[in-house]
């Protein structure tokens, strides 16, 4: 990924602190089928959503698990199982 000087600028002093899915949705059982893009912003739309951390540090066992449990709440706000994150998270 590659930033303007402009957007460098913005993450480090916090005025983008959120991500902001564009997912499609099936109709007849409101699931979510596909992400379809992700984008930062500075007010997150979605209730409870944390803010993206940046680190050059190595993960520890204890980040690790925290990160797992802070994608369980994503998926879970997204309607994704973690089966099907799981089978297309490389596809994305």
């Given amino acids: 990924m590659e930033w303007t000087e402009k ?4 993450l480090p002093n916090k005025e983008y602190r959120y991500l902001s899915p564009v997912v499609l949705v099936r109709n007849s059982d409101e699931k979510v ?9 500075n007010t997150s739309a979605i209730s409870g959503m944390k803010p993206i951390i940046n680190s050059l540090s190595i993960p520890t066992e204890q980040t690790k698990h925290a990160s797992d449990e802070t994608q369980a709440h ?11 994150f799981d089978k297309y998270k490389n596809v994305l």
């Fill in 33 to 41: 089928t596909q992400l379809h893009s992700v984008a930062l912003t």
């Fill in 7 to 10: 957007a460098k600028s913005f």
């Fill in 74 to 84: 994503y998926l879970k706000m997204l309607n994704i199982s973690k089966q099907d």
